[in-house]
């Protein structure tokens, strides 16, 4: 079983709707959690990085993180056809010597004008 | 604050060559991660300097990978022997204690083994 589990889609919305990401993991150690958007043949942009559990905004964008689930979701208001993209969830844990991240196998959504 | 860069963006060999890739970390950023991304996976983990030290490895990271970091700025990958196998993005991070570590990607390079 993997470490992070996130349903690969495709995701179709039309235009203007709520989109919702999700990932489950395993590891109870992982402290630090993060949403990564991904336009084909290009490098991860973090879009979301949040400590813990709780929400997180960033305009259009929330985040949150409920460790006693061990869930983590992405909400996308209003989405645009510029959304579509694959979205990658990551995780790490607290200390360390390396805070590498641990991905999802990524979301690819299409938003539909 | 430019981004982090990787070159060459494409890299196409044939297998049994020789390659190597540049990373140019954001300036200041002293972590510096490289990751592999094969189709429709998530990218993984390969090796991570603090500085110029290579403190990590993954066991993905084969005796025919090398990894340098001199002087603690630009990093190199070295990939020996190349088989269809290694056929990969390879992707670049980078990241700092003043940005709570969060780990900032370049493009990539994508290299396809002939």
């Known amino acids: 079983q993997k470490e992070v589990e996130q349903d690969p889609g495709p995701l179709s919305v039309p235009e203007g709707a709520i989109v919702s990401l999700n990932c489950t993991y395993s590891?109870?150690?992982?402290?630090?959690f993060m949403w990564y958007r991904q336009y084909s043949r290009k490098g991860p942009e973090l879009l979301m990085y949040t400590y813990s559990s709780g929400n997180k905004e960033d305009g259009r964008f929330t985040a949150q993180v409920d460790k006693s689930s061990k869930y983590i979701s992405l909400f996308i208001r209003d989405s645009q056809p510029s959304d579509s993209a694959t979205y990658l969830c990551a995780m790490r844990s607290w200390g360390g010597a390396t805070n590498k991240l641990i991905f999802g196998t990524g979301t690819l959504l299409a938003v539909q004008p | 604050d430019t981004g982090v860069s990787q070159d060459p963006r494409h890299k196409i060999t044939k297998r049994g060559q020789n390659v190597t890739f540049r990373c140019d970390p954001i300036s200041e950023h002293n972590r510096l991660y490289w990751y592999r991304q094969t189709l429709g996976q998530g990218p993984e983990f390969l090796t991570y300097f603090q500085n110029e030290a290579q403190l990590e490895k993954s066991r993905l990271l084969s005796d025919r990978f090398s990894a340098e970091r001199p002087k603690g700025s630009f990093s190199t990958l070295e990939i020996q022997r190349t088989e269809q196998g290694d056929s990969a993005m390879y992707l670049c991070?980078?990241?700092?204690?003043?940005?709570?570590?969060?780990?900032?990607f370049g493009p990539g390079t994508r290299l396809t083994v002939t």
């Open positions: 991070a980078s990241s700092s204690r003043q940005k709570n570590y969060e780990q900032y």
């Open positions: 590891n109870s150690a992982f402290q630090y």
